[in-house]
């Protein structure tokens, strides 16, 4: 382990030799004497501060393990700060919060309540330390966490006792008693005690390397009514507008001691428990909030038959984008896909993004390639931060061996799935986003481990074919009848075009020479041992074709023309593709110039993960598995590049086109956001042309219905 966090702190200082002055950090860590550090804790600080003018700006670095809560005066200012740890295997994040708004000539009392979650998860790495680090000056005033400020461990906060949420997440589930401490302990007179400065400096083990959060304060939505509340025994059903993060309030009459118990319909996922909420009352009125968050189309309250319900809301918190994509057609089946598709990116979205937000919380690698590439065409360029933060996370967690692996940041699970992670690094994970964003200002950091991947870890047999490996898990896509060999040559040669790209971009032209022979080695092979006549397939293979294998033939480009009329029946007969794999496939039959056969197949599977009662999308077909796994919205990105036909020529959409394949639809209407500015498209079917009203952005160039369009709103027929 040792080993592990010498090269991971290597590669993140190497990474963040620009700005290190942030580092020179003059808060110490501090934390409570005594505290034992359990699972599930809290700890409360604060700190008042004389301040004779307030200064016009006062920034505040804030890093915990592992959220906290900001009040300044009374006043919240950070609603559920902090990051899960893990920038790189030992190292933290750390906020820059703007605090000279909330204070005031006088007296000003700092409040941090910190959660510790302590526990080993899929997207979390416990430092074994609650603690914080307050950093805050200006000229003529310094507010640094150390021993003068108070710390009382909040033992109003314990676990709930509904069964334990699974082994993938870090999180418990919260109790509170009302009884045991006030719950507006900012403004409490009796405290237990002062806090200690912890024996390390910032920057050192166990905290480690501290690292500037790079996406967002989460946006806080406030408190807000349910869309409507029923009650039906002891049991209380709220209904939410759509699957969000949401965390319960409550306001009751009751005794002391009656236990309030908070969950939602996705308690309980695939055998899996969730995350749910205890408040225990103390006697009178009284207000509570559950700071832990949970998802679900319904909240459900349990309250016992003594407590008088006064009244409930929800917050829903979320990641700081807006919706700004739009999609409409003639197909209302397309219209709803997209619509559950976006709700279903935004649930997936937090620390990092997710797999889905309820059984684990966790970057799996797979899932976030088709998450990031659906986020050009659903949410704003701030969404692209978290694409990149992922990709920074991947590298920097590589092993002493070369191997990458996924879920990342992870504390309890270390096994590689080598063929999401061609992917990842490769044409539509790490090239996709630097393509469709124009960020490439992460090349030059990601490049040594990835070509060490692919040319250390990926051996080579005698024909310079890469040799077969399982890693720990040997999953490239749910589902049976796959052709795991021909999926594996064809996802290494579009991981080599994907670093051959990134080398000529960094003037390593032998390395991107050695990747196109490499390449070219490689389709020869494939098009002379595995095509058949009728269809690519492992020789010795004793299934069917199978159709993953055909569509990343074709989107690699290895698939000549004159083979695509025979993979068309090989579209026609085979699904084999999971939801993971489906925009592959969709990809390839628009490459073929088939969208009716890509519209056809949308029509036959996407109503199986859509039901009437779920806003979001199943992670499988026939509804099978969470009910919001959003790699199941990867159809929205060929339905905005392929089938409205606005793709990209250059970085970021500096140069464009717009070349639709409508199929039989009459008429589609998209819009979405770039670092240029929103490109807007209408196609109405007219005969057998397509009448095109286009904005093209300042800084960018549409090609259309060969002609060259200048920033401004054209109508042009295609």
């Known amino acids: 382990m040792r080993k592990i966090l010498t090269i991971?702190?290597?590669?993140?200082?190497?990474?963040?030799?620009?700005?290190?002055?942030?580092?020179?950090?003059?808060?110490?860590?501090?934390?409570?004497?005594?505290?034992?550090?359990?699972?599930?804790?809290?700890?409360?600080?604060?700190?008042?501060?004389?301040?004779?003018?307030?200064?016009?700006?006062?920034?505040?670095?804030?890093?915990?393990?592992?959220?906290?809560?900001?009040?300044?005066?009374?006043?919240?200012?950070?609603?559920?700060?902090?990051?899960?740890?893990?920038?790189?295997i030992g190292g933290g994040y750390y906020d820059k919060v703007e605090i000279a708004p909330f204070l005031k000539k006088g007296t000003n009392r700092i409040s941090v309540l910190v959660w510790f979650m302590g526990k080993a998860g899929f997207s979390h790495l416990s430092s074994g330390t609650c603690a914080l680090l307050f950093d805050a000056r200006s000229p003529g005033l310094e507010i640094l966490s150390d021993e003068t400020w108070e710390c009382s461990v909040q033992y109003g906060y314990g676990t709930a006792s509904h069964p334990v949420t699974n082994y993938r997440l870090p999180e418990s589930n919260i109790r509170y008693d009302a009884n045991l401490f006030d719950y507006n302990w900012f403004n409490a007179t009796e405290w237990l005690g002062t806090a200690i400065e912890l024996p390390f400096l910032p920057g050192d083990a166990p905290m480690g390397e501290l690292v500037e959060r790079p996406i967002p304060l989460w946006k806080n939505y406030g408190l807000k009514d349910y869309v409507s509340t029923r009650q039906s025994g002891d049991t209380l059903y709220c209904k939410l507008p759509y699957n969000g993060h949401f965390s319960p309030w409550l306001k009751v009459e009751a005794p002391k001691g009656m236990v309030i118990s908070m969950y939602t319909d996705h308690d309980m996922i695939s055998g899996a428990k969730c995350v749910s909420a205890e408040y225990v009352t103390k006697d009178g009125v009284q207000e509570y909030e559950s700071f832990g968050w949970m998802n679900g189309e319904e909240l459900y309250y349990v309250f016992p038959p003594e407590v008088k319900i006064l009244e409930v809301k929800y917050r829903e918190t979320g990641y700081d984008t807006e919706f700004t994509g739009t999609f409409s057609c003639s197909d209302p089946l397309l219209n709803e896909y997209y619509q559950k598709a976006q709700r279903t990116l935004y649930?997936?979205?937090?620390?990092?993004?997710?797999?889905?937000?309820?059984?684990?919380?966790?970057?799996?690698?797979?899932?976030?390639?088709?998450?990031?590439?659906?986020?050009?065409?659903?949410?704003?360029?701030?969404?692209?931060?978290?694409?990149?933060?992922?990709?920074?996370?991947?590298?920097?967690?590589?092993?002493?061996?070369?191997?990458?692996?996924?879920?990342?940041?992870?504390?309890?699970?270390?096994?590689?799935?080598?063929m999401q992670i061609l992917n990842s690094i490769g044409w539509y994970g790490f090239r996709g986003y630097m393509f469709y964003s124009g960020d490439d200002s992460f090349v030059a950091d990601v490049y040594p481990a990835v070509h060490r991947y692919l040319?250390?870890?990926?051996?080579?047999?005698?024909?310079?074919?890469?040799?077969?490996?399982?890693?720990?898990?040997?999953?490239?896509?749910?589902?049976?009848?796959?052709?795991?060999?021909?999926?594996?040559?064809?996802?290494?040669?579009?991981?080599?075009?994907?670093?051959?790209?990134?080398?000529?971009?960094?003037?390593?032209?032998?390395?991107?020479?050695?990747?196109?022979?490499?390449?070219?080695?490689?389709?020869?092979k494939i098009n002379s041992k595995f095509w058949n006549g009728a269809a690519y397939i492992t020789p010795g293979f004793e299934d069917l074709p199978d159709d993953r294998v055909q569509a990343l033939a074709v989107i690699s480009g290895i698939a000549s023309a004159d083979k695509y009329p025979a993979l068309k029946k090989v579209f026609a007969e085979r699904y084999n593709a999971t939801t993971y794999m489906f925009p592959y496939v969709l990809d390839a039959l628009y490459t073929m110039g088939e969208p009716q056969m890509a519209l056809d197949r949308m029509r036959k599977q996407c109503p199986t993960i859509m039901k009437d009662s779920c806003t979001t999308l199943y992670e499988?077909?026939?509804?099978?598995?969470?009910?919001?796994?959003?790699?199941?919205?990867?159809?929205?990105?060929?339905?905005?590049?392929?089938?409205?036909?606005?793709?990209?020529?250059?970085?970021?959409?500096?140069?464009?086109?717009?070349?639709?394949?409508?199929?039989d639809l009459k008429w589609l209407k998209t819009g979405f956001e770039t670092n240029y500015g929103r490109i807007e498209v209408s196609l109405v079917k007219k005969g057998k042309r397509i009448e095109a009203e286009i904005t093209v952005p300042e800084g960018t160039t549409c090609l259309a219905a060969g002609k060259t369009l200048t920033p401004g709103t054209h109508k042009v027929r295609l």
């Not at 934390?31 to 301040?51: C, H, M, P």
């Not at 920097?396 to 270390?414: E, H, L, T």
């Not at 793709?647 to 086109?657: I, N, R, T, V």
Request: glycine share 8%; hydrophobic share 40%.
């Open 8 to 88: 991971a702190t290597l590669v993140l200082c190497l990474g963040l030799r620009a700005g290190a002055e942030e580092y020179a950090w003059k808060a110490k860590w501090i934390s409570k004497q005594y505290y034992e550090n359990e699972t599930n804790s809290w700890l409360a600080f604060r700190k008042d501060v004389d301040i004779e003018k307030v200064p016009a700006s006062l920034v505040a670095r804030i890093a915990v393990d592992t959220k906290y809560w900001l009040w300044i005066n009374g006043e919240p200012v950070v609603y559920e700060g902090g990051l899960k740890r893990g920038p790189s």
């Open 620 to 663: 499988h077909w026939n509804f099978d598995g969470t009910c919001n796994h959003a790699w199941a919205g990867g159809g929205v990105i060929s339905m905005v590049r392929q089938l409205a036909g606005v793709d990209a020529l250059k970085p970021g959409y500096q140069e464009f086109q717009v070349k639709p394949q409508l199929g």
């Open 455 to 524: 040319h250390e870890v990926w051996k080579l047999d005698s024909e310079g074919l890469p040799i077969y490996r399982k890693g720990g898990w040997d999953w490239p896509d749910a589902g049976e009848h796959q052709d795991r060999v021909a999926q594996l040559h064809l996802w290494y040669y579009l991981a080599l075009k994907a670093e051959a790209e990134f080398a000529r971009k960094l003037g390593k032209e032998a390395d991107a020479a050695q990747d196109e022979a490499l390449m070219a080695n490689i389709a020869e």
């Open 347 to 418: 649930v997936c979205m937090r620390d990092t993004y997710y797999d889905c937000p309820d059984r684990e919380r966790a970057q799996w690698w797979g899932d976030e390639v088709n998450e990031l590439n659906e986020a050009f065409y659903m949410l704003d360029r701030k969404a692209d931060k978290l694409a990149r933060k992922g990709i920074m996370e991947l590298v920097r967690w590589q092993k002493p061996d070369g191997v990458m692996y996924a879920p990342i940041p992870c504390s309890n699970y270390f096994k590689e799935l080598p």
